[in-house]
């Protein structure tokens, strides 16, 4: 007897939920990525071997060649130069970890695609148009990610704060991507539109954009490490604006300097509480379905905590354990508003 469960749209739940399962590898990716940044670990590994880079040095030999390549590096040569080997292999596998784990979320995409596709369970044009998307966002991830790599590897030892946002912001589009996708196949009963939701629709998208900006301001302060400036709140030091943050901003330096970053990325996060309360009041005016209210809940409750971390990773000066929660926290809040863009109907591909 065939026990498949299929939605509406007559896409087997079991598409479904490997698309999810790919949704959770992207944000452990994220994670790993975030405690390798954090860490200092993610320039240890200076050359990018796609096939045979999942296996690491095996020997004392391979060891001895694999921290030779890294001797080249500029982090070693103005950093990390009384390194010893023993040293070397300490902080070798956080980012050998992050490569190994898109290699696998490659291949669970891959191997669960094929059998699918052998089975005839993905028939439908638009779902192969939406999996063409993913795996192309999905390769096109591992690309940036070794650009932004390669960055630290020539005169600096770190990487294009530009560079690294563009991996966050590439990562996140795989994930936002796959769960659009993903949700209707899952739970096509609570795709129900809200007919007299026009306004929230745009505070929601409003939301949704400043959540975006607000990440990608968030890999800045990371990349320029803007979050070791001014560990007080809710004043920089004693000043609301001091004069570091004035005079780069007549300089230009809305992205380059890690004063203003981090003053924005502050008050982009005061806009996202207020934006999020006034999505929440005004949702409970309208006629909405039990489980789209219940949804909505949701989004103010994860702005507070994501809020409140954020402040306390600050003032700690941004401890390793703190920092991955706090992106942690990003990513949470991110899958929440996709969440219920999804449940209200707002965003389909």
């Known amino acids: 007897m065939n026990t498949e469960i299929k939605n509406s749209g007559s896409v087997s739940k079991a598409v479904g939920y490997w698309l999810i399962t790919g949704a959770v590898l992207v944000i452990i990716l994220l994670i790993v990525g975030g405690y390798t940044r954090l860490s200092h670990s993610g320039l240890y590994m200076v050359t990018w071997k796609p096939v045979t880079g999942c296996i690491p040095p095996m020997n004392d030999a391979e060891w001895a060649v694999e921290f030779e390549q890294y001797q080249t590096s500029p982090e070693y040569k103005l950093r990390n130069y009384h390194f010893t080997l023993e040293e070397f292999k300490e902080i070798y596998w956080p980012e050998f970890y992050h490569r ?32 063409i998307i993913i795996f192309l966002l999905g390769a096109l991830q591992g690309l940036v990610g070794w650009l932004m790599v390669a960055s630290g590897l020539v005169d600096r030892p770190s ?132 489980f789209q209210k219940n949804s909505l809940i949701l989004v103010p409750v994860v702005v507070v905590i994501q809020f409140v971390l954020g402040v306390v990773t600050l003032m700690n000066l941004v401890p390793v354990s703190l920092g991955v929660i706090h992106q942690l926290g990003a990513l949470i809040l991110l899958s929440t508003l996709i969440f219920v863009l999804v449940r209200l109907n707002y965003f389909r591909v």
Request: hydrophobic fraction near 50%; aromatic fraction near 16%; charged fraction near 15%.
């Open 159 to 290: 990487v294009s704060h530009y560079r690294l946002a563009l991996h966050l912001c590439t990562a996140l589009s795989l994930f936002v991507y796959i769960m659009i996708v993903a949700l209707p196949i899952v739970s096509p009963d609570k795709m129900k539109s809200v007919t007299d939701g026009k306004k929230l629709k745009w505070i929601f998208y409003s939301l949704t954009a400043v959540v975006i900006l607000q990440i990608i301001y968030g890999a800045f302060v990371a990349g320029l490490k803007a979050g070791f400036f001014y560990p007080t709140w809710p004043k920089m030091g004693t000043e609301w604006i001091p004069a570091t943050v004035t005079d780069s901003f007549s300089d230009g330096g809305i992205t380059n300097s890690p004063y203003v970053v981090q003053f924005i990325h502050r008050w982009l996060a005061a806009v996202v509480v207020i934006f999020s309360a006034v999505l929440y009041f005004k949702s409970r005016k309208l006629n909405l379905e039990k």
């Open 100 to 131: 190994v784990l898109g290699r696998v979320l490659g291949l669970v995409f891959i191997i669960p695609f094929v059998y699918f596709l052998i089975r005839k369970k993905i028939t439908d044009r638009k779902l192969r148009f939406n999996l």
